[in-house]
């Protein structure tokens, strides 16, 4: 079965500092990956996707993942974090042909002044 | 081009109420998809939708749920006879393409959140 892991429920980082939000998931196809940014009472907001191109995705905002198929991750990153980067963020899963986006449990970033 | 619109936003229900909640799908979209999130939690799928046909429903409660998405008008998710585990958040989504293709990214509302008193 497919599924998708958020390994922290909650990180925590000074302004300034990098960002790293862990994703792994399991699959016996090839994956599409997205990670989307929900602010509070907000809608959801695609950060980046990965679709089998370059294995670096680069997203807005400064945010990039890596896909690592033999670590099943596609962890997001950020070389400086931002105030305004604190929300909730969530790492999806899907297949090609398919529709049904698996969502992770969701990171909640808390940036420090 | 507008986003994906859902109303209302913020909805409250007493038990045994029913709740409709609407969307609507970007422009040149014929795809919509809901999901449901408890506290919590991340985002489930319940249903997917094209014009006048439940593609998959295999994610809705088996009682007291309903969507349609009609040939005019927006797309709406009933649920009737509202329970206190009914209260999530609600989101609707979008894509342009049948899934599969490579341009069927979907598109997310903001997002209705019911409370069930």
């Known amino acids: 079965a497919q599924s998708v892991t958020q390994l922290d429920s909650h990180v925590s980082v000074s302004e300034g500092t990098p960002v790293l939000l862990r994703c792994n998931y399991s699959?016996?196809?090839?994956?599409?990956l997205f990670w989307y940014v929900q602010h509070p009472n907000k809608g959801l907001q695609l950060l980046l996707k990965y679709t089998s191109a370059a294995t670096l995705v680069k997203g807005i905002n400064g945010f990039e993942a890596e896909f690592k198929k033999s670590e099943t991750s596609f962890h997001l990153t950020k070389p400086s974090a931002h105030m305004s980067d604190a929300a909730e963020y969530f790492c999806?899963?899907?297949?090609?042909?398919?529709?049904?986006?698996?969502f992770g449990t969701g990171t909640r970033l808390k940036v420090l002044a | 081009n507008a986003g994906v619109m859902q109303n209302p936003r913020h909805l409250v229900r007493r038990r045994g109420q029913e709740a409709r909640l609407r969307c609507s799908p970007m422009?040149?979209?014929?795809?919509v998809y809901w999901y449901r999130q408890l506290p919590e939690e991340g985002l489930k799928f319940m249903v997917y939708?094209?014009?006048?046909?439940?593609?998959?429903e295999s994610g809705m409660p088996k009682e007291r749920f309903s969507a349609e998405f009609p040939k005019e008008g927006p797309s709406i998710l009933r649920i009737q006879q509202v329970v206190r585990g009914d209260s999530a958040a609600y989101f609707c989504?979008?894509?342009?393409?049948?899934?599969?293709?490579?341009?069927?990214?979907?598109?997310f509302g903001p997002g209705t959140r019911l409370t069930v008193t």
């Open positions: 422009k040149g979209h014929s795809h």
């Open positions: 999806v899963v899907t297949f090609s042909g398919t529709y049904k986006y698996i």
């Open positions: 699959s016996s196809y090839s994956p599409s």
């Open positions: 939708l094209q014009k006048e046909n439940i593609i998959d």
């Open positions: 989504a979008s894509s342009p393409q049948r899934p599969g293709h490579s341009t069927d990214e979907q598109y």
